[in-house]
């Protein structure tokens, strides 16, 4: 055994061996001129080369080759070992093996340096499981490298996506905005003539003035689909969803729809199921995508022909469906996977003759998902088609008949018919409004139309001018447009509200931008109310009213 880097003689004896073989360990001990005088251990080491006495170290072992000046230092005792770690030869079958190669003095019996004790000890497995590990350690390297590139790469992806969102909301406020103004203009125009202002109109007159209406609130239609599609996209989309009823939702729709079927002399059913009474749903939005889907049954059926909206639950299943049909020009199987893709249109002889943007079914079938829900086609081309929205209906919302049977249907969903003649509201009190905005052309509809309710209006084109003027003189209401051209309209809502005297000045915050999120900025600056252009003006001297009492 070896003890303080010597080999004692009296020991090389079967204890050596049996360490040796069991570690896979073959020693020599040689002379002094390299030749080998005694062999033991595991010989398996040697991959079928036996070693004799006689046989020259250097042959055995010709890696030895070159350290001969230290070997013989060694056997001078002037250096006390040489370690050839993780030497590879091939083994008996080719394979390749790792030994350590260990050179210690050899002392005899008298205590003197006599030769060498050479070890070979077979390190594969060890050394196999190191170069894994250091495999492993290089490959871990290199994924981090990878992963860094990557997360570089992914860090300029980002901020090409947070540019191209930033670019796309700056694209929405203006698109919103340069068509809402001139929209606010047409439509408000039209309210003042219906108000008889130029004096009294007949019925052709007025028809012209609805069908001008009309084409106005279809372009505030598709601008707002458009706007909402895009937060949707955008995953800033709510709903406010509450306790609703289902019955009454539908029977409002189909009211929305019925004067544009009776023009095209279109039979209009509706069938009801007197079990289903309350969904939990945004009402509004419900309503939006059932108008949505019963407009365009009523403008792709020709005259004389028939649509309808059917109600049923399905308890069981806990689904409520509501099916839209008509016997119109039907839908060609092909065609119907593009019918949910945005600004996607079926191309035929009868669609080229109708207006669409082709987002109104995407804005459905977004709709039914955000709901839980879904939306599926039925669809024979000459034969009608049937859209179904299906909608989470749970055993607690089943059981809420008798609360929703008094409900006043009516009152809870006002429908807002094609208009009129129409005279101006008189509910002004000769109350002082101030309004803030940029746009010559909207600000002296509104500022005419308030002026011929009762009340005296002050116009600024900036909000500097606006905050100078109530300074000279208090309004008793002030109305600011968000986006003018010398500063935010919120930083002079703010103002007026840190100043002490106008901290309670009722405000109306009115704008055409309509984007995310202005509401709750609105609010939050201190607006009171919030309104989006174009404004309908009796309901702005309604909001007016209602804001200064007395």
Same mark, same amino acid.
């Given at each position: 055994?070896?003890?303080?880097? /010597?080999?004692?003689?009296?020991?090389?004896?079967?204890?050596?061996?049996?360490?040796?073989?069991?570690?896979?360990?073959?020693?020599?001990?040689?002379?002094?001129?390299?030749?080998?005088?005694?062999?033991?251990?595991?010989?398996? %080491?040697?991959?079928?080369?036996?070693?004799?006495?006689?046989?020259?170290?250097?042959?055995?072992?010709?890696?030895?080759?070159?350290?001969?000046?230290?070997?013989?230092?060694?056997?001078?005792?002037?250096?006390?070992?040489?370690?050839?770690?993780?030497?590879?030869?091939?083994?008996?079958?080719?394979?390749?093996?790792?030994?350590?190669?260990?050179?210690?003095?050899?002392?005899?019996?008298?205590?003197?340096?006599?030769?060498?004790?050479?070890?070979?000890?077979?390190?594969?497995?060890?050394?196999?499981?190191?170069?894994?590990?250091?495999?492993?350690?290089?490959?871990?390297?290199?994924?981090?490298?990878?992963?860094?590139?990557?997360?570089?790469?992914?860090?300029? %992806?980002?901020?090409?996506?947070?540019?191209?969102?930033?670019?796309?909301?700056?694209?929405?406020?203006?698109?919103?905005?340069?068509?809402?103004?001139?929209?606010?203009?047409?439509?408000?125009?039209?309210?003042?003539?219906? !108000?008889?202002?130029?004096?009294?109109?007949?019925?052709?007159?007025?028809?012209?003035?609805?069908?001008?209406?009309?084409?106005?609130?279809?372009?505030?239609?598709?601008?707002?689909?458009?706007?909402?599609? !895009?937060?949707?996209?955008?995953?800033?989309?709510?709903?406010? +969803?509450?306790?609703?009823?289902?019955?009454?939702?539908?029977?409002?729709?189909?009211?929305?729809?019925?004067?544009?079927?009776?023009?095209?002399?279109?039979?209009?059913?509706?069938?009801?199921?007197?079990?289903?009474?309350?969904?939990?749903?945004?009402?509004?939005?419900?309503?939006?995508?059932?108008?949505?889907?019963?407009?365009?049954?009523?403008?792709?059926? +020709?005259?004389?022909?028939?649509?309808?909206?059917?109600?049923?639950?399905?308890?069981?299943?806990?689904?409520?469906?509501?099916?839209?049909?008509?016997?119109?020009?039907?839908?060609? +199987?092909?065609?119907?996977?593009?019918?949910?893709?945005?600004?996607?249109?079926?191309?035929?002889?009868?669609?080229?003759?109708?207006?669409?943007?082709?987002?109104?079914?995407?804005?459905?079938?977004?709709?039914?998902?955000?709901?839980?829900?879904?939306?599926?086609?039925?669809?024979? +081309?000459?034969?009608?088609?049937?859209?179904?929205?299906?909608?989470?209906?749970?055993?607690?919302?089943?059981?809420?008949?008798?609360?929703?049977?008094?409900?006043?249907?009516?009152?809870?969903?006002?429908?807002?018919?094609?208009?009129?003649?129409?005279?101006?509201?008189?509910?002004?009190?000769?109350?002082?409004?101030?309004?803030?905005?940029?746009?010559?052309?909207?600000?002296?509809?509104?500022?005419?139309?308030?002026?011929?309710?009762?009340?005296?209006?002050?116009?600024?084109?900036?909000?500097?001018?606006?905050?100078?003027?109530?300074?000279?003189?208090?309004?008793?209401?002030?109305?600011?447009?968000?986006?003018?051209?010398?500063?935010?309209?919120?930083?002079? %809502? /703010?103002?007026?509200?840190?100043? %002490?005297?106008?901290?309670?000045?009722?405000?109306?915050?009115?704008?055409?931008?309509?984007?995310?999120?202005?509401?709750?900025?609105?609010?939050?600056?201190?607006?009171?109310?919030?309104?989006?252009?174009?404004?309908?003006?009796?309901?702005?001297?309604?909001?007016?009213?209602?804001?200064?009492?007395?």
């Amino acid at each position: 055994m070896i003890m303080n880097d /010597r080999l004692l003689e009296p020991n090389l004896g079967s204890l050596t061996d049996q360490l040796s073989i069991e570690h896979r360990c073959a020693y020599l001990i040689v002379d002094r001129s390299f030749h080998v005088r005694l062999v033991g251990g595991y010989r398996g %080491v040697f991959a079928g080369q036996s070693p004799q006495i006689g046989d020259s170290l250097f042959d055995l072992l010709p890696e030895l080759i070159g350290s001969e000046d230290v070997l013989c230092d060694i056997m001078d005792g002037k250096v006390s070992r040489l370690h050839l770690p993780h030497v590879n030869r091939n083994g008996t079958h080719r394979e390749v093996r790792y030994l350590h190669l260990l050179t210690l003095p050899y002392f005899n019996i008298h205590g003197q340096i006599d030769g060498l004790v050479q070890t070979i000890t077979d390190a594969t497995d060890q050394s196999i499981i190191e170069q894994t590990h250091i495999q492993q350690r290089n490959e871990l390297r290199l994924l981090k490298e990878h992963l860094s590139r990557q997360n570089i790469e992914l860090a300029r %992806v980002n901020a090409e996506l947070r540019r191209a969102h930033r670019l796309k909301d700056e694209f929405l406020a203006g698109i919103s905005h340069e068509v809402r103004t001139p929209l606010s203009a047409i439509l408000g125009l039209a309210e003042l003539l219906r !108000a008889k202002i130029v004096g009294p109109l007949n019925d052709e007159q007025i028809d012209m003035l609805n069908r001008i209406d009309e084409s106005g609130r279809h372009l505030l239609e598709v601008i707002n689909d458009f706007l909402d599609l !895009a937060k949707i996209e955008a995953g800033r989309f709510e709903l406010e +969803p509450r306790l609703t009823m289902a019955r009454q939702i539908c029977a409002a729709s189909v009211r929305m729809i019925n004067e544009l079927a009776l023009r095209k002399r279109q039979t209009v059913r509706v069938n009801l199921d007197p079990k289903v009474e309350a969904l939990y749903a945004d009402e509004r939005r419900l309503r939006q995508a059932l108008i949505n889907l019963l407009s365009n049954a009523v403008k792709f059926t +020709p005259p004389g022909g028939a649509i309808g909206l059917d109600l049923e639950g399905d308890p069981e299943h806990e689904v409520v469906r509501m099916t839209v049909w008509d016997t119109g020009i039907g839908i060609a +199987p092909e065609d119907i996977p593009r019918l949910f893709q945005p600004f996607s249109q079926i191309h035929n002889e009868y669609q080229h003759h109708q207006a669409g943007s082709g987002l109104g079914l995407v804005m459905v079938a977004r709709l039914a998902e955000l709901h839980g829900g879904s939306v599926s086609l039925e669809s024979e +081309p000459g034969k009608g088609s049937r859209f179904t929205i299906t909608l989470p209906w749970t055993r607690e919302y089943q059981r809420w008949e008798e609360t929703l049977a008094t409900t006043n249907v009516d009152a809870a969903f006002p429908v807002r018919l094609v208009p009129g003649a129409e005279t101006l509201p008189q509910i002004g009190n000769n109350r002082h409004v101030l309004l803030v905005d940029d746009d010559a052309i909207g600000s002296n509809i509104i500022c005419d139309y308030l002026q011929r309710c009762g009340h005296q209006t002050t116009h600024a084109i900036s909000g500097e001018e606006a905050l100078a003027l109530v300074r000279q003189e208090m309004p008793d209401l002030a109305i600011i447009d968000l986006r003018l051209k010398d500063t935010d309209g919120l930083e002079i %809502v /703010r103002r007026l509200r840190q100043n %002490v005297a106008t901290a309670s000045l009722p405000i109306i915050v009115l704008t055409a931008l309509a984007m995310p999120g202005d509401r709750e900025r609105s609010l939050a600056a201190g607006a009171n109310v919030y309104l989006s252009k174009p404004v309908h003006l009796r309901e702005l001297v309604e909001q007016i009213a209602a804001l200064v009492k007395g």
